[in-house]
């Protein structure tokens, strides 16, 4: 098998594992054992396994809070990932983030963030360093076509544009903000044309074609570490589901969703497979089995994971419990055996 085979073979395995632990976090949800918000990305998989796919394991990606199949696809277990979102220690981030806010600074994936647009100044910030530092690492930032309206969306294309960071900025245009079509809020005809507004240049790949992502992805990375620049990509997706698990997703028609799902981003890729010859159905039947194991393993993982202690809930906060108002007596921890277990985070 040559190397991209089995790249595109593993990379198929990798999508189909996000499909079945969001498919299983959606369950655990519905049980009432994840709290707090939830969305999945499910539809969207080809746009992440794509770009990693392309990447060098020391580049750096962070995104919005549509984040679990990120952290997979980075590399980020399946185990820590569920056991994030049960809130308990063993979460890639320590239970203290949750659903919006995974973190693994192994991979090199810096979030996770729940404010909408707020952390592409972040990958700007990332992008920066590395040029600072001389590294020919690029930085990944996944956002949606919500956050392009985002005056801090704006500053960091400027600053982007105007020291030439090696920055990629994916929008992954799933058509919808919440409810609000993108046609509602986005005086563009097409999204791509952001980028034009900084002298950065801008493509437009099809979101559910796992090889068009990373091709054009591939493409992108090798000029940037040639001569570093900014880019922009414009990924045309579709999330299957609501915009998290309590929206029924009322605002658009059942015949849209169908058009899309007829385009799954695994069932094209396995079909490409299957057609060169390189994937036999009993082998995706064995990946198939493979994920759904992984994710049945890491419930049974994130409920037999202890909660963080009580006297964790101030760490890694700018503001110890005390100086926050919270009384020292009501935990039984002053503000500094606080501060002195605080650890700087892995
Ligand atoms: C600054 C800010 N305003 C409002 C919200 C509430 N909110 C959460 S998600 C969202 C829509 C974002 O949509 P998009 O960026 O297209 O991402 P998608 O959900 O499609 O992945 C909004 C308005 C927020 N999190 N942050």
Redesign the pocket.
């Known amino acids: 098998m040559q190397p991209e085979q089995r790249d595109e073979v593993e990379m198929l395995a990798r999508m189909l594992l996000i499909r079945r632990f969001e498919e299983r976090a959606s369950q655990q949800y519905q049980a009432q054992k994840i709290g707090g918000f939830c969305?999945l990305y499910i539809g969207q998989e080809a746009v992440v396994v794509g770009a990693v796919a392309a990447t060098r394991p020391d580049d750096y990606i962070i995104t919005?809070?549509?984040d679990h199949a990120h952290a997979l696809a980075r590399g980020t277990s399946a185990n820590a990932c569920m056991a994030e979102l049960f809130g308990k220690e063993t979460g890639c981030s320590r239970g203290l983030g949750g659903s919006m806010h995974f973190f693994d600074r192994k991979n090199h994936m810096y979030g996770g963030h729940?404010?909408?647009?707020?952390h592409v100044p972040l990958a700007t910030g990332l992008a920066f360093a590395c040029k600072y530092r001389n590294e020919d690492r690029v930085t990944l930032c996944f956002?949606?076509?919500?956050?392009i309206n985002?005056g801090a969306f704006h500053e960091a294309l400027n600053v982007a544009a105007l020291y030439k960071l090696p920055i990629i900025f994916i929008c992954?245009n799933?058509l919808?903000?919440?409810g609000t079509s993108v046609k509602r809020s986005t005086s563009l005809k097409q999204i791509v044309d952001r980028a034009e507004g900084y002298d950065i240049p801008g493509e437009i790949v099809d979101g559910m074609n796992f090889r068009e992502v990373r091709d054009k992805l591939a493409e992108i990375i090798a000029s940037i570490r040639k001569e570093s620049h900014p880019a922009f990509v414009e990924a045309r997706t579709y999330?299957y589901r609501g915009?998290s698990m309590s929206d029924p997703a009322s605002y658009r028609t059942k015949e849209e969703l169908e058009k899309y799902r007829l385009d799954d981003p695994i069932t094209r890729l396995r079909a490409q497979l299957t057609r060169e010859g390189k994937l036999t159905n009993e082998q995706f039947d064995q990946f198939d089995k493979n994920a759904k194991k992984v994710a049945i393993d890491s419930v049974k993982f994130a409920e037999e994971s202890a909660y963080p202690p009580l006297e964790k809930l101030y760490d890694y906060t700018y503001v110890s419990g005390v100086e926050a108002g919270v009384s020292s007596a009501k935990n039984g921890h002053s503000a500094a055996d606080t501060a002195a277990t605080t650890e700087k985070p892995a």
């Open positions: 969305h919005a809070y549509r729940a404010i909408v647009g707020a956002f949606g076509d919500g956050a985002q992954e799933n919808f903000a919440m999330r915009h």
